[in-house]
């Protein structure tokens, strides 16, 4: 596993972390941290895993992998600033040993059902944009993995690139040159599928 | 190479990627497993998790720097927070404000949300909740400014800086106290009075973090969402963003794996 960037974290407050005299019982600080974490972030985890190209039948198990990770560095002690970017660092992970062990096998992160059973009423709607996600997750699985996981992390969740660059732990330069190279791909195979109506 | 200098996506396509997958709930059964797994893992190690942080935290030379850092991080919550008790569990994520919303709508017909694993967050829902000093916030009528608020927070010298920092802060105060009524109405009308006054304002982000939360408040939910991203993209760092999420998150209701009421 990679190092993780260590900008991205600050170590536990002491201070903060209770059980100073008089003031009650000590307060769970990881716990608390964790559960925050978790609750407003496990979507977020396990779409970008989707995004990364984790099969459905295996997005928990890397989800659980990632998020004992989590939890093993905020008891060792880390606390993370920026939390999108810190997270899509260890899904980043995840998901490239994730590929590695299952290089065999082929992947597929085409949606055949929605994970969850929506209760949209317009039907028809609902079924042309999972076409169109579909044909989104035929072009990023095609797409090269390192150029991908640009896309994935600024194009579709906003992070800024600098911090692309510091969770992927490459320089600057080279995320853009990523992320230029992604675009390019990107839209020539929207292109080609009729994906993009071209109405740039 | 800049962002600018990179040929974007076409609209469509960039429309499509930040949509994302549509329905991409996670199943809540994969969620509520991944949990479990994690909690009975931690437990399992908990002891020796423990020890190896009171090990790094009791040793000495580079953890001066971690303690330092510590230092400032904590100086800086009570900064922006005041009551401390409040904004532990806010600071780091956010459990804590879960605790506090959940405290101040107790009266409204919503089940309060009822922390699981956080030992913490009943223990900061009473002080949010405490009897404040005796504030009578008129949404329609916010009450005038105090005496010389200078304008702007670039007047000249400490003095300057200082009543601007009251006054800054006293609008602020205002509107925190407001956010942990549940009165969302009170809160964006001194917040908006901060904003005109004090547009960067030294606790513009602690302005910009209670406005999300009014918003959701008063249920302008697009609105709030808005703000959060102006909000995400002004203050990158924050310590907020975490329980930014957490306030947008539709979990805020009570979640699956919250336990049920009694």
């Not at chain 1, 209760?119 to 797409?143: C, F, G, M, P, Y």
């Not at chain 2, 000495?60 to 900064?79: F, I, M, Y």
């Not at chain 2, 802060?169 to 956010?179: C, E, G, N, Q, S």
């Not at chain 2, 009075?193 to 999300?212: D, I, M, N, S, T």
Request: aromatic share 4%; with cysteine; proline share 8%.
């Amino acid at each position: 596993m990679k190092p993780l960037s260590v900008q991205a974290a600050a170590p536990i407050d002491r201070p903060l972390a209770g059980g100073r005299a008089g003031s009650g019982p000590p307060i769970d600080l990881v716990g608390l941290a964790f559960r925050a974490l978790f609750d407003g972030e496990f979507r977020y985890v396990w779409n970008t895993l989707r995004y990364l190209g984790v099969r459905p039948d295996d997005v928990q198990d890397i989800g659980q992998e990632v998020f004992l990770t989590v939890h093993r560095l905020l008891s060792a002690g880390e606390v993370p600033q920026r939390t999108r970017s810190w997270l899509f660092a260890l899904c980043h992970n995840a998901a490239s040993n994730y590929r590695q062990l299952a290089r065999h096998r082929r992947e597929v992160t085409t949606d055949q059902v929605p994970d969850a059973p929506d209760s949209s009423k317009n039907l028809e709607a609902r079924l042309t944009s999972h076409e169109r996600w579909a044909q989104v997750a035929n072009i990023l699985d095609a797409l090269d993995f390192e150029r991908r996981a640009v896309l994935v992390s600024h194009d579709m969740d906003g992070i800024p690139m600098p911090e692309v660059a510091e969770a992927l732990g490459v320089p600057l330069n080279t995320a853009y040159s990523r992320l230029r190279l992604a675009r390019r791909d990107f839209q020539a195979a929207a292109r080609r599928s009729g994906l993009d109506r071209g109405d740039a | 190479m800049t962002i600018e200098e990179l040929d974007p996506l076409s609209a469509d396509l960039v429309g499509l990627l930040r949509k994302g997958r549509p329905g991409a709930e996670p199943p809540v059964k994969a969620r509520d497993a991944v949990l479990s797994v994690v909690m009975a893992q931690a437990a399992a190690l908990g002891t020796a998790g423990l020890a190896a942080a009171a090990a790094k935290a009791a040793a000495p030379g580079p953890s001066g720097a971690h303690a330092a850092r510590a230092v400032r991080l904590w100086a800086a919550l009570k900064e922006s927070f005041g009551l401390g008790g409040i904004l532990l569990g806010v600071a780091i994520g956010a459990a804590g404000h879960a605790a506090v919303v959940s405290s101040t709508r107790a009266g409204s017909a919503q089940p309060a949300a009822t922390p699981t694993s956080a030992a913490a967050a009943p223990q900061s829902a009473p002080t949010a909740s405490a009897p404040e000093p005796a504030w009578t916030v008129v949404p329609s009528a916010p009450p005038p400014a105090p005496p010389a608020a200078p304008r702007t927070d670039d007047s000249r010298g400490d003095r300057g800086k200082d009543a601007a920092l009251a006054s800054e802060r006293a609008l602020i105060d205002m509107a925190r106290t407001a956010v942990a009524r549940g009165e969302g109405e009170a809160a964006l009308a001194a917040l908006g009075r901060h904003e005109k006054e004090f547009p960067r304002g030294r606790l513009a982000e602690e302005r910009e973090w209670l406005a999300v939360q009014a918003l959701v408040q008063t249920g302008a939910t697009d609105q709030a969402k808005q703000r959060a991203a102006r909000f995400r993209e002004a203050y990158p760092h924050s310590l907020m963003l975490a329980a930014l999420d957490q306030v947008l998150a539709p979990s805020a209701a009570p979640s699956a794996s919250a336990p049920p009421p009694h």
